[in-house]
């Protein structure tokens, strides 16, 4: 299978992405499903991040 890079669905997706995470600081955002679900795992990495960094300090 030749690569996906560029369909129209990798443009979708990297949208729903980038409109996820830059609903990290709204309380309630009205985003899709798929944004919801970008938005939940960069919020998951800030913790994770958070927590690696308190372990290593």
């Keep these: 299978m ?3 890079s560029g369909t129209k669905a990798d443009d ?3 949208a729903a992405k980038a409109r996820g995470e830059a609903a ?3 309380k309630q955002p009205k985003l899709t499903k ?3 679900a970008f ?3 960069a919020i998951r ?3 994770e991040d ?3 960094k308190g372990h290593h300090a």
């Design 50 to 52: 958070a927590r690696k």
């Design 34 to 36: 798929l944004e919801k």
């Design 45 to 47: 990495r800030r913790a």
């Design 24 to 26: 990290l600081q709204d």
């Design 39 to 41: 938005r939940h795992a």
């Design 2 to 4: 030749g690569g996906l």
């Design 12 to 14: 979708f997706i990297n």
